[in-house]
């Protein structure tokens, strides 16, 4: 099992749109957890850190549900510029390395 | 922030050679990370380098195969060594925001984009 899982994708969606990608992490120990965005030959840039209480950046929302072992990011009002690989990504107690998922591609259709 | 300039940014390489990418960060640091990404894959952690001190490899990863340089607290250099086609990937460093262990940004190199024929 992968130690962080998310949605295959790739989702199509129309600009306007609402979307989730979801992320499930297995190691119980893990106390960081972020999303990660990365354009098409591009390194990987932070969108966002994720908090036990949730929170939210303009139309990102991103929610942790450490019990579940499950995290997602809502993207509301999709724009063009959206388009990319979403990294679900995990930081490990006592470790400063990150712990990649697979990413979620989405593309948002005009 | 962190601003990496990490080179050479692509190279073909003939099978059976080595290539070093070289990674300079415009502050120091602690730890910097090299990761491998395969095409259509995510990022997966080589290993750690700290200053020093030798490298940290993950799992699957060997010394004699990426051996890590880190003379000094804003440089650190891969070689990936004996090339072989399975080798050709994305390599990325990277480094932590600050000193704190949690919820820090990592930032990131713009990758060496490798193919070996």
């Given amino acids: 099992r992968k130690e962080v899982e998310q949605d295959p994708g790739p989702f199509n969606v129309p600009e306007g749109a609402t979307v989730a990608f979801n992320c499930t992490y297995s190691n119980s120990a893990s106390q960081s957890f972020f999303w990660y965005r990365q354009d098409c030959r591009k390194e990987p840039k932070l969108l966002m850190s994720v908090y036990s209480s949730g929170n939210e950046d303009g139309r990102f929302t991103a929610q942790l549900n450490r019990a579940s072992q499950y995290i997602s990011l809502l993207i509301r009002d999709s724009k063009l510029s959206d388009s990319a690989t979403y990294l679900c990504v995990v930081k490990d107690t006592g470790r400063r390395a990150l712990t990649f998922g697979s990413g979620t591609r989405l593309q948002v259709q005009p | ?117």
Avoid: H
């Avoid at chain 2, 080595?18 to 491998?36: E, G």
């Fill in chain 2, 1 to 117: 922030s962190a601003v990496i300039s990490q080179k050479p940014s692509r190279d073909i390489c003939q099978r059976g050679t080595s290539l070093t990418i070289q990674c300079q960060v415009d502050s120091q640091v602690t730890m910097m990370f090299w990761y491998r990404q395969q095409p259509g894959q995510s990022l997966t952690l080589i290993a750690t380098a700290n200053q020093g001190s030798e490298a940290t490899y993950e799992s699957g990863f060997v010394i004699d195969k990426f051996p890590i340089s880190r003379p000094n607290l804003t440089f650190s250099t891969l070689t990936v060594s004996n090339m072989s086609p399975e080798d050709s990937s994305i390599y990325l460093c990277s480094v932590d925001a600050g000193q704190a262990l949690m919820n820090t940004e990592a930032f990131f190199g713009q990758g060496t984009r490798l193919t070996v024929v």
